[in-house]
């Protein structure tokens, strides 16, 4: 890591309004020379969109192809998306990596996080994350007081999903899309179905707020989530 | 509830840093005839500081002073403070009332919510929460992939403690103050202390950064938390 290098920053811009980009996010990608964003291999990049309005036009701008398939992508995705970043930090450019959301909460930031930490200066700027922005839609406490939330991924098995919602006063379960079904049939065997709500799109024009019990689970997309407080639990009257 | 009614902005501030508003925060702020927020019984509102330069001085402030004793306050400090919203309101006046990092995550805002909400019209604006600006600040993933995350507040007891950071991947341990020996104890006995990094004023020019080990527990303020990465449970690579 040499003075003259660049510096990489993580940068959070937030759940999907534009507006909920932050003052610091904007300062920083207004003023770096290349601007980073992962993308799927057709099709646009949802955290480029996000900022689109901003993006200036005179910056190098370096799409990272993220195949949907494997799931999870292969190292070597990662590998030569670091490699390529790192090309121009060593050139002593600074570099925008676009994060939707916030870098550190299940962002796929991590996957080059962990290629050049250590190697390169690193800034992580924190952003409003799905978890918030999903309560705020749902206009839902998401817990409070002496509560204790779990983020459970809707990707785990149904005894994984329920042994750690039995650990917990609020739960938020994540990336339903079609693991809708599985999630309803744990939260129904729980006696907690009734108390989750379902968030998609939570800042953007498209975005549905329903009674999980009520949703088509087999058209629920990747991005989106349930809520659930579970009452008579020790978190207290709020 | 009248189409002549102001409309209640529970307004995310984010958790220190002035440049962690949000757009859409800065522009309802600056908006509003009357802001709202929270202080202590002396001294100054620690969300009013964080937006203290965009506050233009013509609008309306109203301090809901919240006493330190007894904790947590009397529901009557809350009920004072929602009539006190509410008669702006009713007035036809839009009202912000600043919550530093997001309103609905551990937030006092709850308890104005909860007493206001059916009658009056009320949108929440997420922030930047702690949670996500204290892993920005140690630079260390939150969670990733198939991991779980516990969110669990100091005060608990140590067995109700221990029972949560069994059933996650991470955890982030909140409001350490003068709970820091005891989380301390507990992250010892199941062999996770030297996981935990101790974090305080995470955005602010205060900020400190350390192993959990490393910190004298009676300094500890309020506003701290330890992030625990379990090795070897199911949260993969990184």
Chains 1, 2 share one sequence.
Not at 73 to 89: G, N, T
Not at 110 to 122: D, E, P, Y
């Amino acid at each position: 890591m040499s003075a003259e290098c660049g510096r990489l920053y993580g940068l959070g811009v937030g759940p999907g309004d534009p507006e909920l980009l932050t003052l610091k996010a904007l300062r920083l990608l207004r003023a770096v020379p290349v601007v980073a964003y992962p993308t799927p291999e057709h099709g646009d990049s949802f955290a480029r969109s996000i900022v689109a309005g901003w993006i200036a036009g005179h910056q190098r701008e370096i799409a990272i192809r993220i195949p949907m398939r494997p799931a999870p992508p292969s190292a070597e995705i990662y590998d030569a998306a670091a490699a390529e970043l790192a090309a121009e930090l060593e050139s002593g450019r600074d570099v925008a990596l676009l994060c939707q959301g916030d870098p550190l909460f299940y962002g796929s930031f991590i996957n080059i996080f962990t290629r050049l930490a250590g190697r390169h200066q690193i800034e992580i700027v924190p952003g409003v994350s799905s978890l918030t922005a999903c309560a705020a839609a749902a206009a839902i406490p998401l817990v409070s007081r002496e509560g204790t939330l779990a983020v459970i991924p809707a990707t785990l098995e149904e005894d994984q999903i329920a042994a750690r919602l039995a650990a917990c006063d609020s739960a938020a379960i994540i990336k339903l899309g079609r693991h809708t079904a599985k999630v309803r049939r744990v939260l129904g065997r729980l006696g907690f179905v009734d108390n989750a709500i379902y968030i998609e799109y939570a800042t953007l024009p498209t975005r549905r707020v329903a009674p999980l019990a009520a949703i088509e689970p087999d058209k629920a997309p990747y991005f989106s989530m349930a809520l659930i407080r579970m009452s008579g639990r020790s978190d207290g009257r709020s």
